[in-house]
């Protein structure tokens, strides 16, 4: 650590609590380049062809360092101008304490100048006030950090790479600015402030984020009644255009592992016409659907879990109900010959250990003694979806039992639950088997809760597939981790949930483009790295929805796709299944891909699905068959245009070149007769 360390235990231990900070709902005036949400964090500067994330957040620590953001803020408004955008709301800090805040975002000539204001209403206890800046480690790894007082020399060190990782990089109690730079072609991150603070710079990848924190003190300790805490800041991104070129190598003769296909989640919001047109318009090889016990049994329905009761269980199937509608859906989807997963969010209250907790809470248990209930009406819903609807799931699962969601199993007790039943599903004569994890992200610790789970024995003959989601990302490593598991249990790995930010929901923040380039990133860098045998998406309903509702006419409701549909839709309807995952390498950090070996009957298909996260850039495709002679090249970008197949690309000797459009996705498909 070079100059003053800032190190002291507060500072370690908020950083843990990070999660995914971009929770935003797209606003950018035409000619602000600034990207904000709806309290007024700063989530993306756009820059030529290309943007970089900057996530901002404020945070207040209460006794104890419980976190509160902005994410509670309510009571919320917010006012634009021609170059100025206001934001004001009210931050609960307890049942009894509460700050209001002001924030002012001033743009002109690129910059942002930002004014946050946070007043307390009421005393209120806390540990302190920290403003954050997030920044991600793949654009600024190798580069250098500095901080700048304004009374003394710039200390600067060198930005630590993924191989080397540090906690602590910089600190000064007394910084008045700090800057960011990425090696070579990289932008330039700065954030001057009006007056000195204390400051630290941190790689935060040691707390499972990707990212590198700007830490700020506003305040240290309680407020009291009418005591303001005022951050004036200016940020900064310069960049020169990156056009480099990119070159992809594929290596044909690597070990290949299945891909079965792509599909959706029908689980929320599944009333909307949305439903029906996913699954008429795209192609979907698979889906997922809500197991609603509460629904299926909101009373027990004996003290007898293996004398199932049908009487009340088969009243609550009523004409109109959410229950009749979540059964024809499933059966809509089987009708189709889709293979079906169901998972379960909810027990009915009387199941948990607390049944007068708040229904959304996580981390609630299963009561002491009940497990066999729970067992009893999940095996009731499958028999009754069998013989009333003729649906019969091939996996079922909780979900993200390691985070909670909305059934906490350790995995000691997800290794209980898988087997027991399993066991019932086979006394029952039904052959769905269960999913082993289905847990909330792939990194961290999360193939390690897998793991615990199958030492216990007599768990992996009740598995039929290995799952988790992919909200927030992980890198390359920790995505290869579950394909090493998956071949090792020798059972096939499943992504349930492939969604980028778990509070989207929240915002719509997925109605912008920003979150649709990141989103398909993510996507393109799991299929390549974890290589899962199916892929499902969040979601094809209304929620996180993929389709935008327009006014309707004389016709009825209409529904216009969105960039992410044409992404979604370009990589389904080009990659025919089953398939095989080619090995490929990218020589650029903003330029990613996957592809896929399709062997049929008569002739052989090659697809290389590239995504170009950045401005436009030449493109050199090596390591193609010699049977490969032409491709052919279709796009999709973040504005919406999906074009047409261009005239046909020829391959020499395994080689071909092309342009890839700014923001975009360029599938490239070449076909060998056999």
């Given at each position: 650590?070079?100059?003053?360390?800032?190190?002291?235990?507060?500072?370690?231990?908020?950083?843990?609590?990070?999660?995914?900070?971009?929770?935003?709902?797209?606003?950018a005036?035409?000619?602000?380049?600034?990207?904000?949400?709806?309290?007024?964090?700063?989530?993306?500067?756009?820059?030529?062809?290309?943007?970089?994330?900057?996530?901002?957040?404020?945070?207040?620590?209460?006794?104890?360092?419980?976190?509160i953001?902005?994410?509670?803020?309510?009571?919320?408004?917010?006012?634009?101008?021609?170059?100025t955008?206001?934001?004001?709301?009210?931050?609960?800090?307890?049942?009894?304490?509460?700050?209001?805040?002001?924030?002012?975002?001033?743009?002109?000539d690129?910059?942002?100048?930002?004014?946050?204001?946070?007043?307390?209403?009421?005393?209120?206890?806390?540990?302190?006030?920290?403003?954050?800046?997030?920044?991600?480690?793949?654009?600024f790894s190798?580069?250098?950090?500095?901080?700048?007082?304004?009374?003394?020399?710039?200390?600067?060190?060198?930005?630590?790479?993924?191989?080397?990782?540090?906690?602590?990089?910089?600190?000064?109690?007394?910084?008045q600015?700090?800057?960011?730079?990425g090696?070579?072609?990289?932008p330039?991150?700065?954030?001057?402030?009006?007056?000195?603070?204390?400051?630290?710079?941190?790689?935060?990848?040691?707390?499972?984020?990707?990212?590198?924190?700007?830490?700020?003190?506003?305040?240290?300790?309680?407020?009291?009644?009418?005591?303001?805490?005022?951050?004036?800041?200016t940020?900064?991104?310069?960049?020169?255009?990156?056009?480099?070129?990119?070159?992809?190598?594929?290596?044909?003769?690597?070990?290949?592992?299945?891909?079965?296909?792509?599909?959706g989640?029908?689980?929320?919001?599944?009333?909307?016409?949305?439903?029906?047109?996913?699954?008429?318009?795209?192609?979907?090889?698979?889906?997922?659907t809500?197991?609603?016990?509460?629904?299926?049994?909101?009373?027990?329905?004996?003290?007898?879990?293996n004398?199932?009761?049908?009487?009340?269980?088969?009243?609550?199937?009523?004409?109109?109900?959410?229950?009749?509608?979540?059964?024809?859906?499933?059966?809509?989807?089987?009708?189709?010959?889709?293979?079906?997963?169901?998972?379960?969010?909810?027990?009915?209250?009387?199941?948990?250990?607390?049944?007068?907790?708040p229904?959304?809470?996580?981390?609630?248990?299963?009561?002491?003694?009940?497990?066999e209930?729970?067992v009893?009406?999940?095996?009731?819903?499958?028999?009754?979806?069998?013989?009333?609807?003729?649906?019969?799931?091939?996996?079922?699962?909780?979900?993200?039992p390691?985070?909670?969601?909305?059934?906490?199993?350790?995995?000691?007790?997800?290794a209980?639950?898988?087997?027991?039943?399993?066991?019932?599903?086979?006394?029952?004569?039904?052959?769905?088997?269960?999913?082993?994890?289905?847990?909330?992200?792939?990194?961290?610790?999360?193939?390690?809760?897998?793991?615990?789970?199958?030492?216990?024995?007599?768990?992996?003959?009740?598995?039929?597939?290995?799952?988790?989601?992919?909200?927030?990302?992980?890198?390359?490593?920790?995505?290869?981790?579950?394909?090493?598991?998956?071949?090792?249990?020798?059972?096939?790995?499943?992504?349930?949930?492939?969604?980028?930010?778990?509070?989207?929901?929240?915002?719509?923040s997925?109605?912008?483009?920003?979150?649709?380039?990141?989103?398909?990133?993510?996507?393109?860098?799991?299929?390549?790295?974890?290589?899962?045998?199916?892929?499902?998406?969040?979601?094809?309903?209304?929620?996180?929805?993929?389709?935008?509702e327009?006014?309707?006419?004389?016709?009825?409701?209409k529904?216009?796709?969105?960039?992410?549909?044409?992404?979604?839709?370009?990589?389904?309807?080009?990659?025919?299944?089953?398939?095989?995952?080619?090995?490929?390498?990218?020589?650029?950090?903003?330029v990613?891909?996957?592809?896929?070996?399709?062997?049929?009957?008569?002739?052989e298909?090659?697809?290389?699905?590239?995504?170009?996260?950045?401005?436009?850039?030449?493109?050199?495709?090596?390591?193609?068959?010699?049977?490969?002679?032409?491709?052919?090249?279709?796009?999709?970008?973040?504005?919406?245009?999906?074009?047409?197949?261009?005239?046909?690309?020829?391959?020499?000797?395994?080689?071909?070149?092309t342009?890839?459009?700014?923001?975009?996705?360029?599938?490239?498909?070449?076909?060998?007769?056999?």
């Open positions: 650590m070079t100059g003053q360390t800032l190190s002291k235990p507060v500072l370690r231990r908020v950083v843990i609590v990070f999660s995914m900070l971009a929770t935003p709902l797209f606003s005036a035409q000619d602000n380049p600034w990207y904000t949400d709806t309290v007024g964090r700063i989530y993306a500067r756009s820059l030529p062809g290309a943007q970089l994330d900057i996530h901002t957040e404020l945070r207040m620590f209460r006794p104890g360092w419980k976190m953001s902005l994410d509670a803020a309510a009571d919320g408004k917010k006012t634009e101008h021609a170059d955008v206001e934001w004001t709301g009210r931050i609960p800090v307890t049942d009894k304490q509460s700050c209001s805040y002001l924030q002012v975002l001033q743009h002109r690129g910059l942002a100048e930002v004014t946050l204001t946070l007043k307390a209403l009421t005393p209120v206890g806390l540990e302190g006030v920290y403003f954050w800046v997030q920044l991600p480690v793949p654009m190798g580069g250098w950090g500095l901080l700048d007082k304004a009374d003394g020399w710039p200390v600067g060190i060198p930005l630590p790479t993924y191989e080397k990782i540090t906690t602590h990089i910089l600190g000064a109690a007394d910084a600015k700090a800057v960011v730079k090696p070579e072609e990289s330039q991150f700065t954030i001057s402030l009006a007056r000195q603070r204390r400051m630290q710079l941190q790689d935060d990848r040691v707390f499972d984020s990707p990212n590198y924190g700007i830490l700020i003190e506003l305040h240290d300790g309680d407020l009291k009644q009418g005591q303001s805490v005022t951050l004036k800041a940020f900064n991104v310069t960049a020169t255009v990156d056009r480099r070129p990119a070159e992809i190598v594929v290596q044909v003769d690597a070990p290949e592992m299945r891909f079965n296909g792509f599909g989640n029908y689980c929320f919001a599944t009333e909307t016409p949305h439903t029906e047109y996913t699954l008429s318009h795209l192609n979907v090889a698979w889906a997922r809500q197991m609603s016990l509460e629904l299926w049994e909101p009373e027990n329905d004996n003290e007898a879990p004398d199932i009761g049908w009487g009340g269980f088969v009243k609550q199937d009523r004409p109109g109900s959410k229950l009749r509608d979540e059964f024809s859906l499933a059966q809509k989807i089987q009708e189709r010959w889709i293979p079906l997963c169901m998972s379960i969010w909810y027990l009915p209250a009387w199941m948990y250990s607390d049944p007068e907790r229904r959304n809470d996580f981390g609630r248990e299963i009561a002491d003694g009940y497990l209930e729970v009893e009406s999940i095996a009731a819903y499958l028999l009754y979806a069998k013989r009333r609807y003729r649906i019969e799931p091939k996996f079922v699962s909780f979900n993200e390691d985070a909670g969601v909305h059934v906490a199993l350790t995995p000691q007790q997800h209980t639950v898988i087997k027991a039943l399993g066991k019932r599903f086979e006394e029952e004569g039904l052959t769905t088997r269960m999913l082993l994890g289905d847990v909330s992200n792939a990194s961290g610790d999360a193939v390690e809760y897998v793991r615990t789970a199958l030492e216990t024995e007599g768990v992996l003959p009740y598995v039929g597939a290995l799952a988790f989601h992919t909200w927030g990302g992980a890198t390359a490593a920790e995505y290869s981790a579950w394909s090493r598991l998956a071949a090792e249990i020798k059972q096939p790995l499943f992504a349930t949930e492939v969604g980028l930010d778990p509070s989207a929901w929240r915002t719509k997925y109605e912008s483009t920003a979150y649709a380039l990141k989103e398909l990133a993510l996507y393109v860098k799991m299929l390549a790295h974890a290589s899962p045998a199916v892929a499902l998406y969040w979601e094809y309903t209304a929620d996180y929805a993929l389709l935008e327009v006014e309707p006419d004389a016709g009825g409701p529904l216009r796709p969105t960039p992410r549909y044409e992404f979604m839709k370009q990589l389904a309807d080009l990659t025919p299944v089953p398939a095989h995952y080619l090995q490929i390498v990218s020589s650029h950090p903003l990613s891909c996957v592809g896929f070996r399709c062997p049929g009957e008569n002739e298909t090659y697809v290389v699905h590239v995504v170009n996260s950045g401005s436009e850039r030449s493109l050199t495709v090596k390591g193609l068959p010699v049977t490969v002679t032409s491709l052919e090249v279709q796009v999709a970008n973040a504005a919406g245009d999906t074009g047409e197949k261009e005239s046909v690309l020829a391959v020499d000797k395994g080689r071909a070149t342009e890839l459009p700014a923001q975009s996705l360029v599938s490239l498909t070449g076909v060998v007769a056999r």
